[in-house]
């Protein structure tokens, strides 16, 4: 069980166009949702965090007007990249924090690669 | 403000040698976690440790938190080609994980 995932799985978009990733909770529900971004050979640094029905929180450093955040439902957040640029191109991971019932952990999704060209 | 910091970031071993990856944090962490990340792919969660001497064991790897210390380390024994893999620690604040900067392994036949 707890099994997040993630679409697209890997994107490529031309700089200045917009993408969106979804991600899912599919077998519990999540009020918390959060977004990591990962570069080549790096950890993950959380970009956001995201609250079922209300605004996400962001990190220090992450534009929250490129970087948009909705959390429409407790199974589902999207991050879309605005206006990308190619120093937008990583790994973006999201991970939901159950609501109730599990232990105490974040449940990861595959990731999404995105590459702006 | 939570910090971790991992040592070593790259470890090269040979097969069937143990080896230990250390993970202190600044201060106070709610939980201590460990994950595996095999290239191009996500996380994958091997250990959660809640509590002061808390130890798990899965195989070959073994994950122990020491709270006074703020220090938690992630044992390997007997290393195979198998663990190859970047392993991370993550602490935890309210729910927000901090990562550690990652341990590279390379089991070398």
């Known amino acids: 069980g707890a099994v997040v995932s993630q679409h697209p799985s890997w994107v490529i978009c031309k700089s200045g166009t917009s993408v969106k990733i979804e991600c899912r909770s599919l077998d519990f529900q999540a009020t918390t949702m959060f977004w990591y971004r990962q570069f080549p050979k790096q950890s993950l640094m959380l970009m956001a965090t995201s609250n079922e029905g209300s605004k996400a929180t962001y990190e220090q450093g992450v534009e929250k007007d490129k970087f948009l955040i909705n959390h429409a439902s407790l199974t589902l957040s999207t991050l879309t990249v605005t206006s990308a640029h190619p120093e937008d191109s990583s790994f973006y991971i999201c991970s939901g924090y159950p609501l109730a019932g599990r232990n105490y952990e974040q449940y990861f999704g595959p990731g999404t690669r995105l590459t702006v060209t | 403000e939570l910090k971790v910091e991992q040592n070593p970031l790259f470890l090269s071993m040979q097969e069937g040698k143990n080896y230990t990856i250390y993970c202190n944090y600044s201060?106070?962490?709610?939980?201590l976690y460990w994950y595996r990340q095999d290239p191009g792919k996500s996380l994958e969660s091997l250990f959660v440790l809640l509590s002061n001497g808390a130890v798990k064991q899965e195989g070959r790897l073994m994950a122990s938190l020491d709270t006074k210390a703020r220090l938690s380390t992630l044992h390997i024994t007997a290393a195979v080609h198998d663990l190859s893999a970047t392993y991370f620690c993550?602490?935890?604040?309210?729910?927000?994980?901090?990562f550690g900067a990652g341990t590279i392994l390379r089991v070398k036949s």
């Open positions: 201060t106070t962490s709610d939980r």
């Open positions: 993550a602490g935890e604040y309210g729910n927000k994980l901090v």
